[in-house]
């Protein structure tokens, strides 16, 4: 079982940026291929970016591509994603999420077993 905590979320103005991070209980962290999502009201959940259990791999949308960075501190057990450049358009609940082993696909929010509470990330124009 692994529990999945978000912070860092908040309010910035367009071209700010924010790093939120996601503690993970557990001591299997390093197991886990991460994920960030997001969700903006009334659209789907979307995949932000991935990275493998040992941070060798990342993963991308082209959104946030050039952007946002993804990493992880397995010796803290958390995965942070710091977030550049921000636009109107990143406003969304952000969520982290935990796949055992290797993320054969990334993007795909099925794939993962272990779902944070989200934080909510507002930028104004």
């Known amino acids: 079982q692994v529990q999945l905590v978000e912070s860092g979320g908040g309010l910035v103005q367009a071209g700010g940026s924010l790093r939120l991070s996601c503690a993970a209980s557990?001591?299997?962290?390093?197991?886990?291929?991460m994920g960030w999502f997001r969700q903006a009201p009334g659209k789907e959940r979307e995949f932000v970016a991935a990275i493998s259990w040992g941070g060798g791999s990342t993963y991308y949308a082209d959104s946030v591509k050039g952007r946002f960075t993804i990493s992880r501190d397995n010796a803290k057990n958390t995965v942070y994603l710091q977030m550049n450049s921000l636009k109107p358009e990143d406003t969304a609940v952000y969520y982290c999420?935990?796949?055992?082993?290797?993320?054969?696909?990334?993007?795909?929010?099925?794939?993962?077993?272990?779902w944070g509470q989200g934080t909510q990330v507002t930028v104004s124009s």
């Open positions: 557990g001591r299997t962290f390093s197991s886990y291929a």
């Open positions: 999420a935990a796949d055992y082993g290797d993320a054969v696909t990334p993007h795909d929010a099925n794939e993962y077993d272990y």
